[in-house]
């Protein structure tokens, strides 16, 4: 039977997070949510059909779909002939405020609102770095989860969005460099700050003043790392120049983007440390929201309800429990070892066989290795010479459709989804940038080698006949169709959904390279971020420092004088120490007339061998500690009063010199 003739549909995409049925008057036909593909193959391709072709599917027609068609034709038959009863993964609908909620504290701001809103100075540190587009991304969900958490009057402290920008907002106009808006500026003298002196080399586009556009150094496939990329949008938003690179049409018209020189080198994922990637990842996901903020996309993380999965095996496994299985084998492995496998298999015959990939697998043939291999892959008794090329590929894009959850993650599955939306060629590509960085690593890791494989395949395009176009036709639905997903359908072109989901797969694989790189301007705002963490760090050692000290000499003085009667210190006495006089500890009874001075004169007044010759004026008591720093007492001060104002202080009598 035809799949196109059944009722039953191929889910497409992720479940939206609005819910409910259909909306068949959703703006422009893009809202995406479940689609099915159950018409018949006349309403695939009608006849003289004009199809809605924005920017990111204006190279496609109806034939060169073909492949799209076929291979979903397959994925169904090959999920018609596997009986099993599969568990469908459950997308938890968000309440008001939840989605917004989620994304603050992925963000890593969770403590702006809730019971711990108090507890803010790191968020400030980290807010102060954010851009113009940034700070108001998080602006607009603060204000969100705010006025929920109103509505249901929940027992929170509920911030004011004004309060938490405020200290950025009282600095308005002021820019690392001090002079121009550091977005623009890439003078030799931008790392000056603005007492004059050197300061670290990066600025970070936090003013709210915006960039001429013939200030932008750069040209139309240059992609420009230095300046936010929703900061760019906003910035040529409603321009001519935000109307480039449209139009295409082969593979050779996907603009040739590159990434300009930098002279302080190309950051590279798996080039920073895992603390500094975290920030990168809140940092991105500020940026991402920012950029869809401004190109009027929504942008909204989907939540999967945990269930249970299989813990043991290799196809419809977690990448996480493969990985921890593989990792006994073979350790610290970061990809699948039957994915590295059924790769290694496809290029160990030649990757010139016309078709590769597109030809599918005998259906039967396949579930049979697939059974084969659940059985013997890990005892190594598995026979590989029995694989045919074709039937090994089938196998790769079955465990990619497998996996309990996408490999573009049940979170992103709709945000990469809709990297088609955005109006230029050179904004999806920074929204892929972005949705990279977002991927757990196993994910990131596990589709870098996927994508490395297909430009492999593609680099033969000349013998297997398989170019960009058709590997991306043929693997889309191998990444975007998930089963999971449920089955309610909402009215949707065909055409338009497929159409983007293969550019978005041709984008991934034509410019992988650059999908890989952690943008300068991100690396520059986790510079900045660590430079007032450090700071702070600083001071608070000084401080660990000075009363470590303290505890050093205070233990020594205290060994050295200590006696049995005089151990326990009782009540409405103090313990002065005098480490450079010839009595260096002394038990002094406050009472209501002692002063400083009477305390000083008593211990110079303490002869001995080694009597040093240091007069009154030359030595005086100090108060350090408990609830100051470090005081030189006043000679008319009243010790009873003091020590009542600061009863955890230590006495030092010293010279000033000292």
Known sequence: MSWRSGSRGVVLTAYHPSGGGGDADAPGGRRSGQYTMNHDHSKKTPDGASFDRSGSQDSLDELSMDDYWKELENIHETRGNNHEERVALVVKEPDEGEL??????????????????GDSLESMV???????????????????????MRKKNKQHQIPDVRDIFRLQN?????????????TVRTSENKNETQDGTKGPKFSLGTDEQKIPLEDMPFSDTDINLEISFAEQAANLKDSSVGK?????????????????????????????????????YSLALIELTALYDILGTEFKQQKAVKIKTKDSGLFGVPLSVLLEQDQKKVPGTKIPLIFQKLIAQIEEATLETE????????????????????AKFYEGTFNWENVKQHDAASLLKLFIRELPQPLLTVEYLKAFQDVQNLPTKKQQLQA???????????????????????????????????????VAMVMAPNLFTFHGFGSKTIEQSEFVMAAGTANVMRFMIQYQKLLWTIPKFIVNQVRKQNTESQKKEKKDKAMKKLLKKMAYDREKHEKQEKTPNDADVPQGVIRVQAPHLSKVSMAIQLTEELKASDIVARFLSQKSGNVQTLKKEEVFLYEIGG?????????NTYMKDLYQLNPNAEWVIKSKQS
């Open 244 to 280: 480039m690179c449209k139009g295409g049409g082969g593979d050779t018209l996907l603009p040739n983007f590159r990434l300009p020189k930098d002279k302080t080198g190309t950051t590279k994922i798996g080039d920073l440390a895992p603390q500094d990637m975290k920030k990168v």
């Open 355 to 374: 078709g590769l990939l597109r030809i599918p697998g005998v259906a039967t043939r396949v579930k049979s290795l697939c059974q084969e291999l659940e």
């Open 100 to 117: 917004e909620e989620e994304w603050l504290k992925e963000a890593g701001l969770s403590n702006l609102f809730g019971e711990s809103s």
């Open 627 to 635: 609830n100051i720093g470090e005081r030189c007492l006043d000679d």
């Open 170 to 182: 009282d600095s308005k106009g002021k820019v690392c460099d001090g002079s121009e808006p550091s």
């Open 126 to 148: 980290f807010l102060s770095t954010l851009t113009r587009t940034q700070k108001a991304a998080v602006e607009k969900r603060v204000e969100t989860v705010t006025q929920t």
């Open 432 to 470: 892929l940038n972005l949705l990279v960085l977002l991927l757990p690593e196993a994910n990131r890791d596990t589709l870098k080698v996927l994508l490395e494989f297909l430009q492999r395949v593609i680099d033969h395009r000349d013998k297997n006949k398989m170019t960009l176009k058709n």
